[in-house]
C-alpha cells in the first residue's frame, strides 16, 4: 500500500531536461520532462494507444511524439496528433502529475485529489546561493521504504556501517531524545554529543581540528521528507543566549523517500551547508563522501530486503535507540489508516 | 495456449550441423541437427533415462548419445544402445518432430496429429540463386507472439521506431486498405505511396536517386508466416497492363513467427530481392540493416512485455492504422477455437 | 523438505577464519567463524535486533559485532553489548550450532536435538600426512540434493561427462552389484574392472602405463556423505590374501552434500591418495583435475533443476545401471518418514 495524499521528490533538477526521464513512483510508471520555456511536467508514462512508454519518445515543439506509432501529446496531456487520420479519438488524453520545482529537488503530487500545497515542504535551504553552498543525489534502493525510514531515524548505525567517514564510537553510545507530534505528523530525534570525536567528514570541511560538540537534529516528515540539523562547533561553545551560533558549522542533510515499488524506493540525499560557501573541493569532497554513505546504506538495505524475500520469520528485539524510528512506524500507520479512509468515504 | 495445427519455422537452414541445436518451439524442447547425408532431423529433447538435454550430447555415426549416462537414439527416435546391458526398454524412444526444408529456412510440424503438407508454405523466394538473392536472420525476443503479430500487421510504426534506415514521414501518413480472408486465414494490409522519399534502405541498394512510388502489401498467414511485398520505382510508373514490372525493384520481407514460451518468440527474417542480385556489398548492407531494424522490434516488444509483467490494467485505444492487426487478433482467435475444438473432438 | 537428525559438511576448514564466513544451510543462515584460539564457531546469521547478517560484521576480542548497530555476541550466542545503554534484553541471544573440525572438514549438527556424535562420520584419511595426501575444494550447485545423489551413485556417467579425465568407455559397460544396510543407512556400488584403459586422472598422478584394474568401491551414508574407494594396480595383481595390497594405489574421493536451499547443495569433495605422499605437482593436478570433474557435475545437474523448473511432467526409466540411485532414494525417504515421525512425536 502506498500513501499518496503527500508530496514526493520525484527528481533532482537537475536530471530533467528535454530528454523525458522515466521513473516508477508509488508503483506509478511517470515520464518527467523540461519544456522549452524550463517548465517542469510529468505525464503517465503509457500511451493510451499501445501502452508503449513515452518517456522511449522524444519532445518535439515542446510535445511528446511517442516513439512506437507517434501519438503526440502536448504538456497538458492532451493527444495532438495521432498517424493516418485527422480525427482524434477523445480516450486518448494521458494523466498528468503536479510538479514543483524548489531548488535542486522536483515534488510530485501523486493522488487524483486535488494537491494540497499547504503540505508541500518549505526547502529554502535547498537552493545553492549566498547562504548555503547544495550538493546532492540519488540512489535506488531494492528495499521496501519502512527499512530506509527505519535506517534514517537511528542514527547510532553510523558508529558500525559508516565508520572512517560520519561514524565515530560516540554516536552509538549518546542517548537519544524523541519527541512526536501526531498532528504534524513530525517525528524529532536529538542526539547531543559533547566533547567527542570529529570524523574525517566534518574534519576536513570545517578546519576544526581536535574535539568538538557535535548535534545531530533529527526532523521526519512522515512520510516522505527528511532533516538532519547538524552542528559542530568547538567543544563548549554552545549558540548564544540570542540565538546566534556564528562560530559553529552547520549542516543540513535532506532526504527525500519515494517509493518506486513496493519493494523499491528511490533516496535522494542533499547536503547544504552554511561554510566554505561556493568552494568547489569542499563541494567534491562532500558529494563523493556522501554518495559513499549512501551506498553502504543502500548496500545493507538490499541485504535487509533479500532477507525478508526469504519468506522466514523475522522477528526484531527493540531497544532505546529504536524509539525514534518506532514512533515513525507509528505514525505511518496513521497515515495508512488515514488513506484507507479517505478512500473508503469517496465510494 | 498454443496453435500447434501449424507450420513453424524452426530454424535457419544454416544453422543447423552435427553439432545439435537446442531450442523451445511452442513450450516444447526440441534439439535438431543434420546428419551426414545432410537431412535435418527434430528430436524431443530430453533424454527419457534421467531428462538430461539430448541437445548436450554429440552425433556418432548419425546417432546421438545422450551427454550424461550414453542413452543412445538414431534419426527415428528409436534407442539403439544403452549403458552396461544388452536389452533396451521399449519405453525408451523419444518423440521426433516432421522437418521440412526450404531454402533458407526449416519448417518443423508441432502437433501429435500428422502433419498437413497442403498448409506448409510455399517459399520459393527463399531460394538464393538467379532470381532472388537472399539473406535472413532470426532474433529472440521475451515478449508473447501476438505483440510481434501487431508490429507487423502495422507498419505505421517503421516512421517512428525505424527512423534512419526503412522510415520515412509518409509511411505514417499515408492511409491502408484491409482484407481479411476467413477461409484461407490470410490478411492483406496495402499501403501505396506516392511520390514520397526514398529510404536508406532503398537508395542504397537501388541506385534511386529522388522520390519514389513505393507500395507495401503484406499478406500475414495465420497464425506463423509473413510475408511484406515490397515494390519501389520511380514516380508515375505502375506496372504495364500485361503485368510487366521490370522498371520497378522487388523486395520480399519474409518474418516467420515461431512462440518459444507463452511470453517470447523466435522472430526469423528473410529478404528476397530481384535486384543487384548476387552482389555481396548489397547483401552485407541489407543484413545488417535489417538486423538494425529487427533489433529495434526486439528492444520495443521486450519493453512492452515488460510492462505486461507488471500486472497492471492494459487498456489500448485503436485507430485506423490498427485495422490490420485487429483482423489478425480476431484471426488467431478463430484459430485458438478451432484448436480447442480439435483437442475437445479428440477426447 | 530437510533431513536435520544428520551431521553436514559446513565448510572446508581452510575456509574458516577470524573473518566470517556466510552459508545456508538446510535453508538456515550460518555465519561460521575461528577465534583466535582456533575454535570454530557457528552462529545463527541473523542479528536479533533487525534482522542484519551478523556474518557481515567482524570479531572483536573473540566477540562478533553485528555491522549495523553494533549488537555484540560471544561464541556462546550470548549478547554482551548492546549501543547507548547498559541492560541487555534477555532475548538477544542467538542460536549456536554444534561444529566438529576433523582434518579438512568442518561438521554441523543442524537439529534442535542434541547432537548425536556416534552418527558423525569417522574420516582419518582427511587429515592430510605420511599416510595420506589430501586436496579438497567446494562448489555449489543450483539444483535439489537428490540430484547430486543420483550422479555420485551412478559412476556409468564418467564415460560421458567425464571424458578425457576419469571417463572411459569401461567404465559404463562393466557391471555393478549393489548392496543396501537399511539398519545402517549405507548403500554399497561395486564395480569391478579388469584388464581396461587407464584415465589420464590416475595415468599421470601413479606413473602406471599401459592397461590396469580399476576398481570403484561406493559407500553413501546417507543422507550426507559419500565414500568412493578407488583401486588402480597392474593387471591380473590383486590383494594378497592376507590383506596387503602395496602393488596398488588406493584413493577416497569423498563427497559432502550439504542442502543449501530445496533447489541448491554444497558439493564438497576430497581426495585422499597412498601414493606420491606430498608431491606437490601431484596434487596441484588432482585438485585441478577434479575441480573440472566437479565442475561438468555441476553444469549437468545445474541444466537438469533449469528442466525441472519448467514445471513440465517429468517420466524417468531406470535401468540396472540405477540401482544404486535407486537405493539411495529409497533409503532418503525412510529417512523422511523417520524425521517426519520424530517431530510428530514430540508434539
Not at 72 to 78: A, I, K, L, Y
Not at 127 to 153: C, F, M, P, Q, Y
Not at 245 to 272: C, N, Q, R
Amino acid at each position: 500500500m502506498f500513501l499518496r495524499h503527500a508530496w514526493y521528490v520525484a527528481a533532482l533538477s537537475s536530471e530533467l531536461s528535454e530528454q523525458p526521464l522515466a521513473r516508477t513512483i508509488l508503483g506509478e510508471h511517470v515520464a518527467m520532462y523540461r519544456d522549452s520555456t524550463g517548465r517542469v511536467v510529468a505525464l503517465a508514462d503509457t500511451c493510451p494507444h499501445r501502452g508503449y512508454p513515452l518517456s522511449l519518445g522524444r519532445l518535439v515543439d515542446d510535445q511528446l511524439v511517442c516513439g512506437y506509432h507517434g501519438f503526440t501529446f502536448d504538456c497538458d496531456g492532451v493527444c495532438v496528433s495521432v498517424p493516418g487520420q485527422d480525427r482524434i479519438p477523445s480516450k486518448l488524453a494521458v494523466r498528468t502529475y503536479p510538479l514543483v520545482e524548489q531548488g535542486a529537488w522536483v515534488w510530485i503530487w501523486m493522488s487524483r485529489e486535488e494537491p494540497d500545497y499547504a503540505r508541500l515542504p518549505e526547502t529554502p535551504w535547498l537552493i545553492d546561493g549566498e547562504e548555503w553552498s547544495v550538493v546532492t543525489g540519488a540512489a535506488k534502493i531494492d528495499a521496501h521504504v519502512g527499512l530506509l525510514v527505519d535506517n534514517l531515524l537511528d542514527l547510532s548505525h553510523e558508529t558500525f556501517l559508516h565508520q572512517g567517514s560520519i561514524g565515530t564510537p560516540e554516536v552509538a553510545t549518546t542517548p537519544i531524545e524523541v519527541e512526536s507530534d501526531e498532528e504534524a505528523k513530525v517525528v524529532n530525534v536529538y542526539r547531543h554529543m559533547s566533547d567527542v570525536e570529529c570524523p574525517p567528514f566534518y574534519a576536513n570541511t570545517t578546519g576544526l581540528r581536535g574535539r568538538i560538540d557535535r548535534w545531530q537534529d533529527i526532523e521526519y516528515f512522515a512520510p516522505s521528507f527528511y532533516k538532519l540539523n547538524s552542528r559542530v562547533a568547538p567543544v563548549g561553545q554552545p549558540p548564544l543566549p540570542d540565538g546566534r551560533d556564528d562560530h559553529a558549522f552547520h549542516m543540513k542533510i535532506f532526504y527525500g523517500l519515494t517509493p518506486s515499488t513496493e519493494t523499491s524506493v528511490w533516496d535522494f540525499w542533499a547536503l547544504s551547508r552554511d561554510f566554505a560557501l561556493g568552494d568547489a573541493e569542499v563541494s567534491n569532497f562532500l558529494e563523493k563522501m556522501q554518495a559513499n554513505v549512501v551506498q553502504e546504506d543502500v548496500d545493507a538495505l538490499n541485504v535487509l530486503q533479500r532477507r525478508a524475500n526469504d519468506g522466514q520469520e523475522i522477528t526484531e528485539v527493540s531497544i532505546k535507540i529504536d524509539r525514534g524510528g518506532l514512533s515513525a512506524r507509528r505514525m505511518l500507520m496513521s497515515l495508512e489508516e488515514a488513506e484507507i479512509a479517505r478512500e473508503l468515504a469517496k465510494k
